[in-house]
């Protein structure tokens, strides 16, 4: 990447309009655990590093910052509600020594194909808008690292990034992003806060 333009024709000037940046977690904020593994406890969590700056920068462009999370981990049983809602207060804690903070999370607790919210689904981004009456999916971006993000976010109408270390395997239809970042740190210094 040059830094201006993504392999897959993203420009800063495509995310000029956002004001709301909805973020997936796992594999963005904090890194993915093994497959078939979960995160149960704020201890099991290791931030991506840059991701503190990256949503400190974003809090700084008076954007609102949103997690929407998949968390089949409690249907599975690997994990209570109120274990994510501690994990969750921890990172709140932990973004904030950096200057960051998040705006909201929402999250979905349920196993495949039992509800709508469940990315790619996209119950967790109605129910934000909801909340947020002035917020707008054509301003408004979702970066995640998986077709379920992309997916969602573009299901919703929303501008996508796509946090991946290769390239863009598609085209595919509705599931092509926006454009493509190695992290978020750089999907926010490339496309949300280029002068910074």
Same mark, same amino acid.
């Given at each position: @990447? &040059?830094?201006? !333009?993504?392999?897959?024709?993203?420009?800063? &000037?495509?995310?000029?309009?956002?004001?709301? +940046?909805?973020?997936?977690?796992?594999?963005? #904020?904090?890194?993915? +655990?093994? =497959?078939?593994?979960?995160?149960?406890?704020?201890?099991?969590?290791? %931030?991506?590093?840059?991701?503190?700056?990256? #949503?400190?920068?974003?809090?700084?462009?008076?954007?609102?910052? #949103?997690?929407?999370?998949?968390?089949?981990?409690?249907?599975?049983?690997?994990?209570?509600?109120?274990?994510?809602?501690?994990?969750?207060? &921890?990172?709140?804690?932990?973004?904030?020594?950096?200057?960051?903070?998040?705006?909201?999370?929402?999250? /979905? $607790?349920?196993?495949?194909?039992?509800? &709508?919210?469940?990315?790619?689904? !996209?119950?967790?981004?109605?129910?934000?808008?909801?909340?947020?009456?002035?917020?707008?999916?054509?301003?408004?971006? @979702?970066?995640?690292?998986?077709?379920?993000?992309?997916?969602?976010?573009?299901? %919703?109408? %929303?501008?996508?990034?796509?946090?991946? =270390?290769? $390239?863009? $395997?598609? $085209?595919?239809?509705?599931?092509?992003?926006?454009?493509?970042?190695?992290?978020?740190?750089?999907? +926010?210094?490339?496309?949300? /806060? +280029?002068?910074?």
């Amino acid at each position: @990447m &040059n830094g201006k !333009t993504s392999p897959v024709g993203g420009r800063a &000037n495509d995310f000029l309009s956002v004001k709301f +940046v909805f973020l997936d977690r796992d594999g963005v #904020i904090n890194r993915k +655990v093994q =497959e078939g593994s979960y995160c149960t406890s704020w201890q099991t969590i290791a %931030m991506i590093p840059g991701a503190e700056r990256a #949503i400190a920068l974003l809090n700084q462009t008076s954007r609102k910052v #949103i997690i929407v999370t998949n968390q089949r981990g409690i249907a599975l049983g690997h994990l209570s509600e109120p274990d994510l809602l501690s994990i969750h207060e &921890n990172l709140r804690l932990h973004l904030g020594s950096f200057g960051a903070h998040i705006d909201s999370i929402y999250y /979905c $607790p349920h196993d495949l194909g039992q509800c &709508n919210c469940r990315k790619p689904g !996209t119950g967790l981004f109605e129910r934000a808008f909801r909340d947020y009456p002035d917020a707008r999916p054509e301003a408004s971006v @979702m970066i995640g690292d998986s077709d379920s993000d992309v997916i969602a976010g573009a299901s %919703m109408g %929303m501008k996508t990034i796509l946090i991946t =270390e290769g $390239p863009y $395997p598609g $085209p595919c239809t509705i599931g092509r992003p926006t454009a493509l970042a190695r992290s978020l740190l750089e999907a +926010v210094e490339t496309y949300l /806060c +280029v002068s910074a």
